[in-house]
């Protein structure tokens, strides 16, 4: 039986088609980890600690990590750029079925969403895969995470912030089906918040 070998490289998650983000920091203190990288965009971050690799997770679990900063980091896996081509065949592991999250030594930054911009709110939730992922995205985890908008207000993120607090105060987030309106009608809630 001719089975194909799974090679863990960079490039076999590039061929998947999906997208692959990671939360980064804006300035230092901004994560509940206490090592800080600066992910610059267009350029190739490399791990700095050979026991701490560079984390990053599909679109569809993004909404799970907002506790790792207040930078929403777009993650560039286009076979056709020659700086992901320079590091297309790195090593990852994938290292939590919860958060789907892998890591590896290297990664390329394709671009980065500050969470004072209330789009990168919408584009978090957007991207989320349920109605459970909104509400800790929104709400942060009782006795682990505040909720977001207290997060975002203690950097100053006040427009973003008040949209937040916005959706946690009109919406029931106890209950699923008041989840699952915000999750696919995200957008169209904030154009009627604008007016």
Request: charged share 30%.
């Amino acid at each position: 039986m001719n089975e194909k070998k799974i090679s863990n490289t960079l490039e076999e998650l590039a061929l998947k088609g999906d997208t692959y983000w990671r939360f980064s920091q804006s300035v230092r203190g901004r994560s509940i980890e206490k090592c800080f990288i600066d992910y610059k965009e267009g350029s190739v971050v490399v791990a700095e600690d050979a026991d701490k690799y560079l984390s990053f997770v599909p679109s569809s679990h993004i909404a799970l990590c907002s506790m790792y900063g207040d930078t929403l980091t777009k993650l560039n896996f286009n076979l056709e750029n020659p700086l992901f081509d320079s590091i297309k065949n790195e090593k990852y592991r994938f290292i939590n079925s919860v958060l789907m999250e892998y890591d590896t030594k290297k990664l390329l930054v394709e671009k980065n969403y500050s969470l004072a911009e209330t789009e990168t709110i919408i584009m978090v939730i957007e991207m989320s895969s349920n109605w459970n992922q909104v509400r800790n995205f929104v709400c942060g985890i009782k006795g682990f995470l505040e909720p977001l908008d207290v997060r975002l207000n203690s950097y100053n993120f006040r427009e973003s912030s008040i949209f937040v607090k916005y959706l946690r105060d009109k919406y029931n987030f106890d209950s699923y089906e008041e989840l699952e309106s915000i999750r696919n009608n995200i957008r169209k809630i904030y154009n009627g918040y604008k007016k």
